[in-house]
């Protein structure tokens, strides 16, 4: 096993708009973040991943880009940008970008040349298709609804785009497409930036000619034409050229969002001797199998337990495993696994046992150190996301009703994720003196990072603690794990090495109380319930140092 920062790293990943409010607006920014960076180093995080920052006119908070070079403005200037990224590294802590390669925004000047003049030198840089304005150039739908063909009546010509209207799919097949991406990427490398998570990398290469979606695969998947993307076959090409031109020269991170990759090309993109990527995030850790985000049902942690211990077992010494359990387009995990209330605490701590003490790169998303939940939304006029509210409309438009529409955002919204980070009592739970652009819960009375900060039993406390302890103990980064229980609704795993004293983690999966064999010899280094005698209790977890 290689030694890399990387592997040995615990990942932040902070969504700027929702983290912290400098100037009032309502909107959270780059100042806002810099002066919460005693708060990261405090909780023992050493990177930080950072939801897109560049200029943007946030149809998709973001993700939609105008210029990939220039802050977008709400967040702050170049010169915060500077201050922010010296004092993460004068703190120790990396600091890896969000990189949207996949489509820019209909804004980008890119886009907007090739939309003047289709046939000259940006033309090709996207998928513009003559056409007629009732049919589109294939049965492609986007992920964010309707087809993924918009119709430019001026011009006469579709354009691609795999998510909303105004993030227009650049065509990677074209070669200054990967020149243009390969030059801003070293432009941010020399800027001083550790790497890049790239937005649904695995989708850049679309296969040629663009065919049809099997209408069967389309139904199953919720998507058609996937399968001519998701996995093209100039992928693998594409990323090494990534890789070559300028991840390797700056000696930079990389970690893919591949949604709807497995295991095998999971490993078929990151071997450390494939020169492609470092890490990918498989998203089918989010759902048991059968169930989309969107649907109410309780996440069976025996599922967890089973993914996890596949990759433990199977993903091998060339590949690193990205752990995590929530981020920015996902609803909180505590609320999937059980929403009622008097499990909150053990579940966020539970979930924080099985992130920090299993082999691979753990990713916190900004809240889960507090335990957040899904928030109260009540109403359509709640939600800012696009994906929701087009979802919305189109669950209206095939005959559901208002309040059958409103249950399925409530189970699946990426605005549960999105809303303001609370840091203390104050209104808006201080992350704003405004008011905040997306509303947040009341609970931030309760929980919020000061309250829990003070607290020694609270969930932030455990994931400082916990946080330590696998800094202090390299046999929870690169040791092996061994599972010793896989009773339905229990769990327990050894990590151990030549080298240390095992540590071994036991785990009750379910609300009911659960017999577990306590390791002889054992001492104790974290409980997330007092101490007590007999069976484990409701999603109880303990870790224990073992004899030699
Ligand atoms: C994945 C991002 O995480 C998500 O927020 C975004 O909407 C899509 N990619 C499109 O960029
Ligand atoms: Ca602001």
Same mark, same amino acid.
Request: glycine letters at 8%.
């Given at each position: 096993m290689l030694p890399a920062w990387w592997k040995e790293a615990v990942f932040y990943q902070i969504y700027p708009r929702s983290f912290?409010?400098?100037?009032?607006?309502?909107i959270g920014d780059l100042p806002g973040i810099i002066d919460r960076l005693d708060y990261l180093q405090e909780l023992g995080i050493t990177a930080v991943w950072l939801s897109p920052i560049y200029d943007?006119?946030?149809?998709?908070m973001g993700y939609d880009?105008?210029?990939?070079?220039?802050?977008?403005a709400e967040f702050g200037t170049m010169a915060d940008f500077d201050r922010l990224r010296d004092g993460l590294h004068a703190r120790g802590m990396k600091l890896i970008m969000d990189l949207v390669v996949n489509h820019t925004s209909d804004e980008h000047p890119w886009f907007q040349k090739a939309l003047a003049?289709?046939?000259?030198?940006? /033309?090709? =840089?996207y998928f513009l298709r003559p056409g007629?304005? !009732?049919?589109?150039?294939?049965?492609w739908t986007s992920f964010f609804s309707g087809s993924a063909w918009r119709w430019f009546p001026e011009q006469q010509l579709w354009g691609l785009h795999?998510?909303?209207?105004?993030q227009m799919d650049l065509?990677?097949?074209?070669?200054p497409v990967r020149d243009a991406v390969c030059h801003m990427v070293n432009w941010w490398l020399d800027r001083g930036v550790d790497g890049f998570r790239l937005?649904?990398?695995?989708?850049?290469?679309?296969?040629?000619?663009l065919p049809a979606g099997d209408p069967l695969i389309g139904q199953l998947m919720g998507f058609t034409g996937v399968e001519e993307y998701?996995?093209?076959?100039h992928l693998h090409e594409y990323l090494r050229e990534l890789q070559e031109r300028s991840f390797t020269p700056h000696h930079a991170f990389s970690v893919g969002e591949t949604p709807g990759v497995g295991m095998q090309m999971s490993k078929l993109l990151? /071997?450390? =001797?494939?020169?492609?990527?470092d890490m990918v995030f !498989?998203?089918?850790?989010?759902?048991?199998?059968?169930?989309?985000?969107?649907d109410d049902y309780r996440y069976d942690l025996n599922y967890l337990r089973d993914y996890l211990v596949d990759y433990q077992d199977?993903?091998?010494?060339h590949y690193w495993q990205a752990l995590f359990?929530?981020?920015?387009?996902?609803?909180?995990m505590i609320s999937k696994v059980?929403?009622?209330?008097?499990y909150r605490i053990a579940i966020a701590k539970l979930l924080a046992v099985i992130e920090l003490t299993l082999r691979g790169t753990p990713f916190i998303f900004q809240g889960q150190e507090l335990g957040r939940v899904n928030a109260q939304f009540h109403?359509?006029?709640?939600f800012q996301d696009v994906e929701s509210i087009n979802k919305y409309h189109e669950l209206l438009a095939a005959g559901q009703t208002e309040q059958a529409a409103l249950a399925v955002l409530l189970a699946g919204s990426r605005d549960h994720a999105r809303t303001p980070m609370p840091?203390?009592?104050?209104?808006?739970g201080g992350f704003t003196t405004g008011t905040p652009w997306l509303a947040g819960d009341d609970d931030y009375r309760q929980y919020n990072a000061y309250s829990e900060m003070a607290n020694p039993r609270s969930v932030w406390s455990t994931y400082r603690h916990l946080i330590k302890l696998r800094q202090a103990n390299p046999v929870l980064v690169y040791g092996a794990t061994d599972t010793v229980d896989r009773r339905r609704n229990a769990w327990s795993y050894i990590r151990r090495d030549d080298d240390h004293q095992p540590i071994q983690v036991l785990i009750n999966l379910s609300a009911r109380q659960k017999r577990m064999t306590i390791p002889a010899g054992g001492s104790l280094l974290?409980?997330?319930?007092?101490a007590h005698d007999g069976r484990f209790k409701a999603y109880e977890a303990r870790v224990y140092r073992l004899p030699e």
């Open positions: 912290q409010d400098s100037n009032g607006d309502g943007s006119p946030n149809d998709d880009i105008r210029n990939y070079q220039k802050i977008m003049d289709p046939s000259g030198p940006f /033309g090709q =840089y007629q304005p !009732d049919t589109p150039p294939n049965n795999l998510f909303s209207p105004k065509n990677w097949s074209y070669p937005d649904v990398i695995n989708y850049i290469a679309k296969n040629p000619g998701f996995y093209g076959r990151t /071997g450390d =001797y494939r020169h492609e990527l !498989d998203f089918d850790v989010l759902e048991t199998p059968g169930h989309v985000r969107w199977h993903y091998g010494s359990i929530e981020n920015h387009d996902n609803p909180r059980n929403p009622d209330p008097q109403n359509i006029r709640d840091w203390d009592t104050t209104p808006h974290y409980r997330n319930y007092p």
